[in-house]
């Protein structure tokens, strides 16, 4: 199917609220069916098997390469109080006009789990009544860093399977409104819909069309409003036994489902599953090669920065088709 040969419109069911005591006996299900098993010290990716990352491996076709992140912002908008920041340090002005070897010379700084810069969430960064995933003390989290489930768990990168469920396309519509949420019924449709199952140690991305929208009618404030999951679809996820999740938004719509706590999803996922959350990814480039190529699974490569004590990290997943 291509671009300009949509499905019908799917119904879009209404999202509905979820009790604080219905979210915790949720979470109380989605932990200890994590745990099971033993001690899960790198969390959801000891499903990650290299057997699966060989598979996977395997399946690549043309050798096509396609990044899902978005280029990093400088400036500052809606949804971005606080940009990036980037400069020059060097050359001067001399420098660049006199004979000799000379280098130029930059500065980088970031607020990593920002609403607008591509990034992974550690398993750290998500702290619930006072713990971390896996029962962890959230104190562990210090001023000088992270001691416990950090970044450093995923030093080697992440390398496996990823799945790209698209919603929007499912609905047939550009992109979902925000404070649109996705059920479980739309991830079951869309991988009918597009011949594909996520499974076992692969790396789920569900596009919601953030990226698009921003792009066609400017930024927000993604605060108040935007696209994600709906708590229950981690019901979903958690019957897949993937071991990453990954959005064009942050998985977590706005409003909450949940009015007791505000990011439902992220406290399911990181704290209660033990997976690895992927925000804001851009996936706009990645839509038109699966649809050509007639699959939506491909090797993927997520390649986070060596910063052993930190929460999260930019990053620039690749997928090889």
Do not use: K
Request: hydrophobic share 40%; aromatic share 4%; glycine share 8%.
């Amino acid at each position: 199917m291509t671009s300009h040969q949509r499905p019908a419109p799917s119904p879009i069911p209404t999202p509905h609220p979820l009790s604080e005591a219905a979210f915790r006996d949720l979470y109380r299900r989605l932990r200890d069916q994590a745990l099971e098993g033993g001690d899960r010290r790198r969390g959801a990716l000891d499903r990650l098997t290299p057997e699966r990352v060989v598979a996977a491996a395997a399946e690549v076709r043309c050798g096509r390469t396609v990044s899902l992140a978005a280029p990093v912002e400088t400036r500052s908008g809606p949804d971005d109080p606080e940009p990036a920041s980037h400069r020059m340090t060097a050359p001067t002005r001399r420098e660049t006009v006199e004979h000799g070897l000379h280098f130029a010379r930059d500065r980088f700084a970031m607020n990593v789990h920002g609403d607008v810069d591509s990034h992974l969430d550690a398993l750290c960064h998500v702290i619930f009544d006072g713990e971390l995933y896996g029962g962890v003390p959230a104190s562990t989290v210090t001023p000088d860093g992270a001691e416990a489930l950090t970044l450093d768990l995923v030093r080697d990168g992440i390398v496996g399977r990823g799945v790209l469920l698209d919603i929007p396309r499912l609905r047939g519509v550009p992109w979902l409104d925000p404070g649109d949420q996705v059920g479980a019924e739309d991830l079951v449709a869309a991988e009918a819909a597009q011949g594909t199952t996520a499974g076992p140690g692969d790396l789920l991305f569900v596009r919601v069309g953030h990226r698009l929208r921003r792009r066609t009618v400017g930024a927000w404030d993604v605060t108040r409003a935007r696209a994600g999951l709906h708590p229950t679809a981690m019901r979903f996820v958690a019957e897949r036994r993937v071991s990453v999740l990954g959005s064009d938004g942050n998985s977590d719509a706005a409003s909450s489902a949940v009015a007791e706590v505000a990011f439902p999803v992220h406290v399911l996922a990181v704290n209660a599953m033990g997976l690895y959350l992927l925000d804001y990814l851009d996936f706009e480039e990645l839509v038109p090669v699966c649809e050509q190529q007639g699959r939506w699974h491909f090797l993927c490569v997520v390649a986070p920065l060596r910063l052993p004590a930190a929460t999260g990290s930019p990053v620039n997943p690749i997928a090889v088709l």
